[in-house]
């Protein structure tokens, strides 16, 4: 329940100011919904205006027929006929309301003292004196089970000595109830505790309910002022980058790495120092390996080592992930000392995932996103076997979950250590090469051109950029230096989109893969082949290259879909705002329309 007042005291009309483009209650009932916590979420208000704009945008919203006290009397007359269990208040002027909070504040309802608990709330630690004495800032006591003691707009407990170790907490206005609770707030009468203090939650200590507080540290933004709703402006336009570009994100790197031909033999070495006792190192091996004693042989396992093949035939899953880790846990009671990914993006993608899930619950798909992991992983290595995707070297690993194909994005998705041996790619198909090198191409013609490019990235874009060209046009370069410069360029490409993203071709290859399966390198080659309005000098470059090596780049691979998968392609492309935003500016939106990418896919 939001309740929304439209004439504010401190800032009249607040609620229906603009806020990126809709009115303020419209985003917060948004932000309420998308939470997927409730079963049904309203607004209730005095306003027709606002009732009216709620609707309007297809939301849910209930007149109040009284003038009312409170937020909670407001809430009590409009669930009083409704069949309701739990009800929480969103406040109607914090629009970024969190989805941790609301959770944090229903879960209260799942722990042991469930039964005695009449309502809950959160409370946020605070350390600034300022603050703790600031008189409309509420603070909470709480006894050893975190019930709620009593609230005060004084610095309670009052520090006789200004050392002393205490916590303060400042109460935050989300209140989860039982209807019967709120039902006897609303018919009891007002006592002198919360006439003095204009606290709403001390009636229901002053009748002797009982108020659970939990924890949330997360910080809202309340829109108290003309001030406050500027700044909610700016946080707005900065969302996008705050969580996925941030512009200066401080980000994670491989710490350690070998590089050379024959490095390779040191991995028992490497291993040997980070080996715990009686727990496992786990080798996932790309299955084209299996015959290959070559490799195989020199991999060593020791004690309970164990050796899992993986194939690459399909991009990896977060079934597949769940799986493998299931694998694992049910074989050894220890935790493994770590994992070694060798293979290529797919294998090295799918190390990364399960070395986070063995420390972390649930399902791979749950992490999906950005920043989303809470635990350190186990130890893990990469060791690439085919050179291009920067998979070695980036923080993320991209899974196809049941919803979305999204990588796990974390501080603790990169390899600890990576061994980078160029004799490992001998093998690898020409085909292939080609594709997988492509995708470092492409990576760096996308960072290089894109908006969000500042000159860390586009020094290891540049270098990348560079050997590129001198491995697939220079003719003087031998195989032994273009395997070794690959594996180098794969590197520093990915170092380069670490700090910016990818552009048009990957945002239209995600699409591809979604509908066709097209595996990674072969979809961006695809995709880029027709994207001469983009990025001509490189797609120039690009099919120069092609012709070299004689490689042939599939045809007409859109030219049989349906409507609903051409639909499902472009809204797959479409959603990945940050790729295009980088690509085509802030206003991509009105360059890359559907019709425009629908004619483009029907080019490829
Ligand atoms: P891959 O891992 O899918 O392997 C491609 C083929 O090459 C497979 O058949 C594999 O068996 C074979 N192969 C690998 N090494 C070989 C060798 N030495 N000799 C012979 N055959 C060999 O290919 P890829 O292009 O490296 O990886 C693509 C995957 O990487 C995609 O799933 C993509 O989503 C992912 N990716 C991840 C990132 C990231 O930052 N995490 C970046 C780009 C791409
Ligand atoms: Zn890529």
Excluded at 26 to 51: G, H, M, W
Excluded at 531 to 539: H, N, R, S
Aim: hydrophobic share 35%; net charge negative.
């Amino acid at each position: 329940m939001i309740p929304a007042r439209y004439g504010a005291s401190r800032f009249p009309g607040k609620l229906m100011q603009d806020l990126g483009g809709k009115p303020v209650i419209v985003r917060t009932y948004e932000a309420a919904k998308q939470t997927n916590l409730f079963d049904e979420v309203y607004v209730i208000t005095d306003s027709d205006i606002i009732f009216t704009e709620i609707e309007n945008n297809g939301g849910k919203a209930i007149m109040s027929k009284k003038k009312h006290e409170s937020g909670s009397d407001r809430i009590a007359e409009a669930v009083e006929n409704m069949d309701v269990d739990i009800v929480v208040n969103v406040q109607g002027d914090e629009p970024f309301t969190s989805k941790k909070g609301l959770k944090q504040v229903l879960d209260v309802f799942n722990g042991d003292d469930a039964d005695v608990i009449d309502l809950a709330s959160l409370m946020t630690e605070i350390d600034d004196w300022k603050e703790i004495s600031d008189p409309n800032c509420v603070k909470v006591l709480v006894d050893k089970d975190n019930f709620a003691l009593y609230f005060s707009r004084s610095p309670i407990p009052y520090p006789r000595d200004k050392n002393a170790d205490v916590q303060y907490y400042k109460h935050k206005g989300i209140y989860a109830f039982r209807k019967e609770a709120l039902m006897d707030f609303y018919k009891l009468p007002m006592r002198p505790l919360e006439s003095v203090e204009k606290i709403e939650c001390l009636r229901y200590l002053e009748y002797g309910k009982k108020i659970k507080m939990a924890v949330s540290n997360t910080q809202g933004v309340e829109i108290d002022t003309p001030e406050d709703l500027v700044e909610a402006n700016k946080m707005l336009q900065e969302k996008d980058k705050t969580s996925i570009n941030n512009k200066f994100r401080n980000f994670p790197m491989v710490p350690k790495v070998v590089f050379g031909a024959g490095s390779f033999n040191q991995l028992s070495e490497i291993l040997s120092a980070k080996r715990q006792k009686n727990s496992p190192f786990i080798f996932l091996v790309d299955d084209v390996f299996k015959n290959d004693a070559s490799l195989i042989d020199r991999i060593k396992l020791r004690f309970n080592d164990k050796l899992i093949f993986i194939s690459a035939e399909e991009e990896p899953k977060t079934s597949q992930v769940d799986k493998l880790v299931k694998e694992i846990t049910s074989e050894f009671t220890k935790k493994p000392s770590g994992i070694i990914g060798i293979g290529g993006g797919t294998t090295m993608d799918i190390a990364k995932a399960v070395s986070i899930m063995l420390t972390n619950p649930g399902s791979a798909a749950d992490y999906q996103g950005w920043d989303l992991v809470n635990k350190k992983a186990i130890y893990h290595v990469g060791i690439p076997t085919i050179s291009g995707t920067g998979a070695e070297v980036s923080r993320t690993t991209v899974l196809s979950g049941p919803v979305r194909k999204l990588g796990i994005n974390s501080d603790f998705t990169p390899f600890d250590q990576v061994v980078l041996d160029p004799e490992l790619t001998k093998g690898v198909p020409k085909n292939q090469w080609f594709y997988t090198g492509m995708d470092c191409f492409i990576h760096c013609v996308e960072s290089l051109n894109g908006t969000f490019l500042n000159a860390f990235s586009q020094s290891y874009g540049e270098k990348a950029y560079d050997l590129c060209k001198e491995i697939f046009l220079d003719n003087t370069i031998s195989d032994e230096e273009s395997r070794a410069k690959l594996m180098m360029a794969s590197w520093h490409g990915g170092m380069s989109i670490a700090y910016s993203q990818v552009g048009v071709a990957h945002a239209m290859s995600y699409g591809l893969s979604y509908v066709l399966g097209t595996k990674h390198g072969i979809g961006n080659c695809i995709v880029f082949n027709q994207l001469e309005e983009y990025y001509p000098t490189d797609v120039a470059l690009f099919k120069e290259m092609v012709t070299k090596h004689t490689i042939e780049i599939p045809q007409n691979v859109c030219s049989n879909l349906t409507e609903d998968q051409l639909n499902k392609m472009i809204d797959i492309a479409l959603s990945l705002e940050p790729l295009w935003e980088n690509a085509l500016g802030k206003d991509w939106k009105e360059i890359m329309t559907r019709q425009k990418l629908q004619s483009l896919y029907l080019k490829m």
